[in-house]
């Protein structure tokens, strides 16, 4: 006899729990790390500083503004960890599955099955990401790639003003997701099929929040060039 077809849509509730699982094996070493470096940086600011005025100016490296995976991610995990490493590796963990699953939903547009877990598998597997899930700072990375993945997955659905929210998110993260409107911009032309017209037209959203991000980044750079009074 035949063998017995598995029940519907049993191997695609099974498959992403299998890779889950498997991504949380391969990767335990990165994730049972301590802190590192600049970790103890961003620990100290969001032990000794209040978060408002850590916000007014650039993190306690002093290079970049990037609030939302500095000063507010610390603020916040920084309580609930107790000095607990793992609690932060946890986090960025749940961050870089959400980031796969968006993804997935994105490669979804144009491949499914094994095609689609072997693009997933390639990406999860690519050396960075064993930096990312090691350095707890590397959450800038991660939230930028969770934001972007989002932006771009609510801009498919014509969901654009929260598009631009998950946008500013990602920017906040940090600056490496600033070309975004390009690749949204490339989405409309050449796969949504719209006239160049209307796809440029689409993108002014995307562009003012931009230029309003830097110029707040401008802004917040020229009050951490003052002396603390």
């Not at 002014?204 to 917040?220: D, Y």
């Amino acid at each position: 006899l035949p063998p017995m077809p598995s029940p519907p849509g049993w191997t695609r509730r099974l498959a992403p729990l299998l890779l889950a699982a498997g991504l949380l094996v391969l990767y335990w070493g990165a994730l049972r790390t301590g802190f590192l470096n600049d970790d103890y940086l961003f620990l100290e600011e969001a032990r000794t500083r209040p978060l408002g005025d850590a916000l007014s100016r650039l993190d306690a490296l002093g290079n970049y503004f990037r609030p939302l995976s500095r000063q507010i991610y610390f603020a916040v995990l920084s309580p609930i960890a107790g000095g607990d490493a793992l609690v932060f590796h946890a986090a960025n963990f749940a961050i870089f599955l959400g980031a796969l699953a968006l993804l997935a939903d994105l490669l979804a547009a144009f491949v499914s099955g094994l095609p689609l877990y072997a693009g997933l598998l390639f990406f999860a597997l690519l050396p960075m990401q064993r930096v990312n899930l090691t350095w707890i700072s590397c959450s800038q990375d991660l939230l930028a790639l969770l934001f972007a993945l989002g932006a771009t997955a609510l801009w498919r659905r014509e969901r654009r003003g929260w598009a631009v929210a998950a946008y500013l998110a990602a920017i906040a993260s940090k600056e490496s997701a600033l070309p975004l409107p390009l690749a949204l911009l490339a989405w409309d032309l050449w796969i949504a099929k719209r006239p160049a017209r209307e796809a440029w037209k689409r993108q002014w959203p995307m562009l003012a929040a931009a230029i309003v991000w830097g110029a707040i980044v401008l802004l917040v750079r020229s009050r951490s060039a003052r002396p603390l009074m």
